[in-house]
């Protein structure tokens, strides 16, 4: 089986440790895809749900309001740095039905007794997907539901690419395209090979839903800033800081381009609610 080495290196690294700095911002832009999901799941009162990728926890304790004291929410995050910041949180929020576990979920050995799993963008990058579905199939109890949210084609997507796009047409050289399914945040854009993975998993019942949804919630200077922290643009700029001033005016056009009412920067996003049954 392949290992996610790659990811676990990066994500207890420079990239864990940008999601830390930056979760703030990036839960104002996800915090209504990762609702939307966890609606989907129909949680009840008192079930055990997992949280896979929980990053620094808004959706885990979002999770465990929603099963009630007498429920359970685990998050499940390879990254020491965002389990840290998780479990912060939800010790300032006297959040007693939610822990934390640190693992890879590709292997991690889960009790077989949850009633759901759920993740916000947190399984687009396993080395095996079809393997890391199948053990978080075991962590079902039978009948039990899976829902997930990842994205769709870049495209489609201005938030994460229109800064790229200003950035190279100001005059960044632009960045070289890799496998479309290399672990990372567009590996599950296309429908069929999710609803494939899944079923190879041995889930039943998969269904990929389009969602389309404004996203964004940060004013311009804190979008501008998130654009050049996490993203495309991102990976293109790190360590480049020249080349990161040569293209700031025209990034933050194009993010101006999209403040609404309110002073925030909103854009389309496009995603696939995933959902399944063991
Ligand atoms: C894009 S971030 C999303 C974080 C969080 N769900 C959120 O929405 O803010 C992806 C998360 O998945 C975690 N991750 C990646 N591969 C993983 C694996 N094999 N097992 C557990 N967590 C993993 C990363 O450490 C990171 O926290």
């Known amino acids: 089986m392949a290992t996610n080495d790659d990811q676990i290196t990066a994500w207890n690294g420079p990239q864990g440790a940008v999601w830390v700095a930056m979760q703030e911002r ?65 010790a300032i929020a006297g959040a007693a039905n939610v822990d934390f576990v640190h693992g890879d979920a590709q292997v991690q050995a889960f009790a077989a007794d949850h009633d ?14 079809v393997a890391a579905f199948a053990n978080l199939a075991r962590a079902l109890r039978p009948g039990g539901r899976l829902a997930f949210v990842c994205w769709r084609r870049p495209e489609e997507n201005p ?16 960045p070289e395209a890799g496998p ?9 854009a296309d429908r069929d090979r999710v609803v494939g993975i899944l079923t190879a998993a041995g889930f039943t019942d998969v269904v990929a839903t389009p969602h389309d949804e404004p996203i964004g919630g940060n004013d311009l200077d804190a979008s ?6 996490v993203g495309p643009l991102a990976r293109l700029v790190r360590d480049k800081p020249d080349q990161r ?3 700031t005016d025209a990034v933050r056009a194009t ?4 403040v609404v009412a309110g002073g925030v920067v909103l854009m389309p996003s496009a995603t696939w609610i995933v959902t399944a049954r063991r």
């Open 26 to 90: 990036l839960d104002n832009q996800l915090l209504p895809l990762g609702r939307a999901t966890a609606d989907a799941l129909l949680l009840a009162p008192g079930q055990r749900v997992l949280d896979i990728g929980c990053g620094a926890g808004q959706t885990t304790l979002d999770l465990g309001a929603r099963v009630g004291a007498e429920g359970r929410a685990t998050g499940v995050d390879i990254s020491e740095p965002l389990l840290a910041a998780a479990r912060s949180r939800a």
């Open 180 to 188: 479309p399914d290399a672990p990372g945040p567009f590996a599950f």
């Open 224 to 229: 501008l800033d998130l654009a050049f922290h």
């Open 159 to 174: 938030l994460m690419t229109a800064p790229l796009a200003a950035a190279v047409a100001a005059g960044l050289p632009p």
């Open 245 to 247: 001033a040569a293209v």
């Open 255 to 258: 993010l101006a381009r999209h």
């Open 116 to 129: 759901a799993i759920f993740s916000r963008f947190g399984v687009m990058f396993f080395a095996d997907p």
